[in-house]
């Protein structure tokens, strides 16, 4: 079935440092795949999405570019701040049948100032 | 537009008891699905439903119950209540169509003593 694989956290960085957190995949046919962010006590967010190979999806600074050939969405920024501490998830949407989302376990962001 | 509502956002259950969590959106959205988050962990898809009349299991659907008699509507009921059922229920809905974003509810969180 559909996995979604993200790097280990916590991922701690001071203010101003740039980001990367890893997310591979594992799907059938062509995905939809996402960001979202949680921060403490809250809902999911969207942050970004891309639909297709080579789409860049990118909000507030974080980017993150569809890899079909490595199968890989990685979320990056170039200059974090502490109100982006949070848990980041990368998640995929299979295209056919119940489009429901599949989640990776989600990467903790402490950002220090 | 009210979006995905879900109710209630905080609830104790003593083991073995039963309760039911309301899902409703006003979106007309087609597809709707409930998934657990417990802590320090990803989502998890616990049952869906593609239309009213129709639902069908997700991969943690043991202990849950699902209806869906209006397309508004999709109630989840949790029968005797386990410890292993504390976690943060989010309700979510999409209209269907690829690519399209998922709209999540804000959160239940329930916890079994």
């Known amino acids: 079935g559909d996995s979604v694989t993200q790097m280990e956290g916590p991922v701690t960085l001071s203010e101003e440092a740039f980001l990367t957190i890893n997310c591979t995949y594992t799907?059938?046919?062509?995905?939809?795949l996402f960001w979202y962010v949680q921060y403490p006590g809250e809902g999911l967010q969207l942050l970004l999405k891309?639909?297709?190979?080579?789409d860049k999806g990118s909000n507030k600074g974080f980017e993150a570019t569809y890899r079909k050939e490595t199968t890989s969405f990685h979320l990056e920024k170039g200059s974090v701040q502490v109100s982006d501490s949070a848990v980041y998830f990368c998640?995929?949407?299979?295209?056919?049948?119940?489009?429901?989302?599949?989640f990776g376990s989600g990467t903790r962001l402490q950002v220090q100032p | 537009n009210a979006g995905v509502t879900q109710t209630p956002k905080f609830r104790i259950l003593k083991i073995g008891q039963s309760m039911t969590l309301q899902c409703a959106q006003d979106?007309?959205?087609?597809?709707m699905y409930w998934y657990r988050q417990d802590p320090g962990m990803g989502l998890k898809l616990i049952y869906y439903?593609?239309?009213?009349?129709?639902?069908d299991k997700g991969e943690v659907p043991n202990g849950y119950n699902v209806s869906r008699s209006t397309t508004e509507d999709f109630p989840l009921r949790l029968e005797l209540a386990a410890p292993s059922q504390t976690s943060v229920y989010f309700c979510?809905?999409?209209?269907?169509?690829?690519?399209?974003?998922?709209?999540f509810g804000e959160g239940s969180w329930l916890t079994v003593v």
């Open positions: 998640a995929l949407s299979d295209q056919r049948g119940r489009r429901a989302l599949t």
């Open positions: 799907a059938t046919g062509y995905p939809s």
């Open positions: 891309a639909t297709k190979a080579d």
């Open positions: 979106m007309n959205h087609n597809y």
């Open positions: 439903s593609v239309g009213a009349g129709i639902t």
């Open positions: 979510a809905s999409i209209p269907g169509a690829a690519g399209n974003t998922i709209y």
